[in-house]
C-alpha cells in the first residue's frame, strides 16, 4: 500500500494549494481517506475525511468554509482543496488510509479523533507566510 501526498508548498496569506493524496494497493472502494496536519511543536491534528462510498465528506470546525475533501475513486485519489490560508496552517499534512466503517454509524470526527489509520503517507510541506 502506498499513499503519496502532492502539492504543498510555500504560499502567501489569503492564497490557495490543492493537496493530492494518491492511493495504490488498496481498495478504494473499501476504504477511508483522512487528512492530518501536524505542526512543529504540536499534535497531529485531524482535518478531514471521506468514507469509502463518499456519502460521508468532513471538515473539521478549525478549517470548515475554507478546506473543501473530494475524491476521485476512478484514480484512487483524494483531494483537499485549502482555501484562504493562514500562517497557522503550516504544518506537514499527511493523507492516511483506513478500512471504512458502515456507513451511517459514525460522523466525521469520529473517524478522524477515534479510527485507527492503517496508512501514511509520508506528508507534503504547507507553509503560509504572514
Known amino acids: 500500500v502506498r499513499l503519496a501526498e502532492s502539492g504543498g508548498g510555500l504560499v502567501q496569506a489569503g492564497g490557495s494549494l490543492r493537496l493530492t493524496c494518491a492511493a495504490s494497493?488498496?481498495?478504494?472502494?473499501?476504504?477511508?481517506i483522512g487528512w492530518f496536519r501536524q505542526a512543529p511543536g504540536k499534535e497531529r491534528e485531524g482535518i478531514s475525511c471521506v468514507s469509502s462510498s463518499d456519502e460521508l465528506k468532513h471538515v473539521e470546525e478549525s478549517v470548515k468554509g475554507r478546506f473543501t475533501i473530494s475524491s476521485d475513486n476512478a484514480k484512487n485519489t483524494v483531494y483537499l482543496q485549502m482555501n484562504s490560508l493562514k500562517p497557522e496552517d503550516t504544518a506537514v499534512y499527511y493523507c492516511?488510509?483506513?478500512?471504512?466503517?458502515?456507513?451511517?454509524?459514525?460522523?466525521?470526527?469520529?473517524?478522524?479523533?477515534?479510527?485507527?489509520?492503517?496508512?501514511w503517507g509520508q506528508g507534503t510541506q504547507v507553509t503560509v507566510s504572514s
Open positions: 492516511a488510509a483506513t478500512r471504512s466503517p458502515l456507513p451511517g454509524y459514525y460522523n466525521g470526527t469520529y473517524y478522524l479523533r477515534k479510527l485507527t489509520w492503517e496508512y
Open positions: 494497493g488498496l481498495d478504494f472502494d473499501d476504504h477511508a
